[in-house]
Structures are given as structure tokens and as C-alpha cells.
């Protein structure tokens, strides 16, 4: 069964150093997404990604965080300057169609800790 | 403002014994309503989509159920391999595809 990858599973970083997280979706999906999951709390909609663009973001996804699309298959989002609270589960998610008619498929997720 | 609330936030069962979970939603309109399954430390795997009152889903030992204001997840005769957290997400008509999640419902089955 197709499955979305997400590398690396687990990532420590110094407060204020960069971190890419990366993301192989679905080879045939078109919607790619990023949420995060902050220890005990509910899973957050960070940014959607359709046709090589942002098409929505939350208010999470702020000017410390990007999307690219480097090439035909890899999906990252690079967070330009670590902060404690950025420590979350971060999981890549991506769809075949808008609508979501039929749910995502999501990643086993990248543990981010920043120290 | 749109919320998605889901109860109990944890459930103790013993195997074989059945129950519900519930999400309730206060939305201005439901495109869709979605059931996850998610294991500790892996993401959320799609069980159910539903999109009007009355529609039922099924897969093995779960059933989702909707109405106008609320969803249940039945589970009947549980067994250990279904404990993990079960997350429901909803849909707003006229406003933004993403889905906005509930805080889940965390189920353990014992043997």
C-alpha cells in the first residue's frame, strides 16, 4: 500500500539553528500538507501545497516557516530559526483531490525537540 | 466559532466489551466529518468519511454513525489490537477545505 515517508523520525536542534524537515508523499497525489502535534494537545494544520504553491495557511505558519517542493517527489518544510515551543510531532499528510473527500494520508511524523 | 469536541477523552474496555465514542460539532455548516485512528507516535490513519445526517460507515469492528450535531464511533466487541487514540475532524461547508481536528479520544481494550 502507498505510504507517505517522513525523515528524519526523530531530530534534536539548538534553540534558533534551522531545521528541514522532509517529506516523500504519495507519487500520485496532488495536495500536500504539514501539521504539527504539540505533546498531548490535538493535531494543528500548519500549510497546504497544490500546484507548486501555498494554497492555505494557518496562523501557526508564520514568516519562520517555508514550503518547497524541490523536486518531483521530495516535500519539505524548513522552520528558519527554532524556538522552544516549536518542539512538536510534525507530520506531512498529502491527497489525491481537493475536497478531501477521501481523508489524508499522513506520515509517521519527524519528533522535533529543541533544546 | 467552529469546535469540535470529542468524548470521553479516555475509555477503558475490556475485551469484548462494546461502546461508543463520541464528536460533537458546532459548526455553521458540515461538509464532512472524518474518523483517524492514530497509534502513539505515528500519525493519523483514515477510517471514515461522512457527510450527512443518517449516513453510516463501517470497517471490522467499527461503525460511524452522524447527525446534525454529533458523530459516534461504535466498537463492538473490542479487542486489544483496536486500543490507540481516535481522532475526529470536521468540515466546514462554505469556508476552507482543512479540516479542523478534536482532541481524540484515547481507548484502551484489555485483554
Known amino acids: 500500500e502507498p505510504e507517505v515517508t517522513q525523515t528524519p523520525s526523530h531530530q534534536v536542534t539548538q534553540m534558533g539553528q534551522e531545521v528541514i524537515l522532509r517529506c516523500v508523499p504519495i507519487?500520485?497525489?496532488?495536495?500536500f500538507y504539514w501539521y504539527r502535534q504539540i505533546l498531548g494537545q490535538k493535531v494543528e494544520f500548519l500549510v497546504s501545497?497544490?500546484?507548486?504553491?501555498?494554497?492555505?495557511k494557518s496562523e501557526i505558519f508564520d514568516d519562520q516557516f517555508s514550503v518547497e517542493r524541490p523536486d518531483g517527489s521530495n516535500f519539505t518544510l524548513k522552520i528558519r530559526s527554532t524556538k522552544l515551543e516549536d518542539s512538536a510531532m510534525y507530520f506531512c499528510?498529502?491527497?489525491?483531490?481537493?475536497?478531501?473527500?477521501?481523508?489524508?494520508?499522513f506520515g509517521s511524523g519527524t519528533r522535533l525537540t529543541v533544546v | 466559532e467552529d469546535q469540535v469536541t470529542q468524548s470521553p477523552e479516555a475509555l477503558r474496555l475490556q475485551e469484548g466489551e462494546s461502546s461508543s465514542l463520541n464528536c460533537s460539532y458546532t459548526?455553521?455548516?458540515?461538509?464532512?466529518l472524518f474518523w483517524y485512528r492514530q497509534d502513539p507516535g505515528k500519525g493519523p490513519e483514515f477510517l471514515f468519511t461522512?457527510?450527512?445526517a443518517g449516513e453510516e460507515k463501517e470497517k471490522e469492528r467499527l461503525k460511524a454513525t452522524l447527525t446534525k450535531k454529533e458523530s459516534f464511533l461504535h466498537i463492538t466487541a473490542p479487542k486489544p489490537e483496536d486500543s490507540a487514540t481516535y481522532l475526529c475532524?470536521?468540515?466546514?461547508?462554505?469556508?476552507?477545505?482543512?479540516?479542523?481536528f478534536g482532541r481524540g479520544t484515547s481507548l484502551i481494550v484489555h485483554p
Open positions: 475532524a470536521v468540515q466546514v461547508r462554505g469556508g476552507s477545505y482543512i479540516p479542523t
Open positions: 461522512l457527510y450527512s
Open positions: 459548526v455553521s455548516g458540515l461538509r464532512g
Open positions: 499528510a498529502s491527497s489525491g483531490t481537493g475536497g478531501e473527500n477521501y481523508g489524508y494520508t
Open positions: 501545497f497544490y500546484n507548486n504553491e501555498i494554497s492555505e
Open positions: 507519487s500520485n497525489h496532488l495536495y
